[in-house]
């Protein structure tokens, strides 16, 4: 397991192999894989292989983390063949946004209109 696991974290579970995923891509600071509840016909969570929790809680020192997220989220959208029809990439953070796992991830959702509701 990477530094900064939490041995009761979904997300770090699957990081280290122990719940499969549908992954999309790895890399030495991020992967990518299928949300298990997909709410749009692509939709793929990006997230830190360390156990980073909420974007309050982030320090300067993981811009660079958090941008890459956000890159690979595009070029996971490209790959899903997403790219010209459009996508969303969304952080839930909190009870309001219905945030479910502490574990810092992006949502990328396409594949359909999606609106303007959240
Ligand atoms: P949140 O609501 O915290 O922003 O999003 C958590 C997301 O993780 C949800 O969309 C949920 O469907 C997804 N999820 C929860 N457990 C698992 C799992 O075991 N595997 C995968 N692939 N996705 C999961
Ligand atoms: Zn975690």
Do not use: C, N, S
């Given at each position: 397991m990477p530094l900064n696991s939490d041995p009761n974290c979904i997300f770090c579970k699957i990081v280290a192999g122990q719940i499969p995923s549908t992954q999309v891509h790895r890399d030495e600071s991020v992967m990518a894989f299928n949300d298990i509840?997909?709410?749009?016909?692509t939709h793929i969570l990006v997230i830190p292989l360390e156990h980073v929790t909420f974007v309050n809680q982030t320090?300067?020192?993981?811009e660079k983390l958090i941008g890459h997220m956000v890159r690979v989220g595009g070029s996971v959208a490209q790959k899903a063949g997403i790219e010209k029809s459009g996508y969303r990439i969304s952080i839930n953070q909190g009870r309001d946004a219905g945030?479910?796992?502490?574990h810092l991830h992006l949502h990328v959702l396409g594949g359909r209109p999606l609106g303007r509701s959240a």
């Open positions: 509840r997909p709410l749009a016909p320090r300067a020192e993981d945030q479910e796992l502490d």
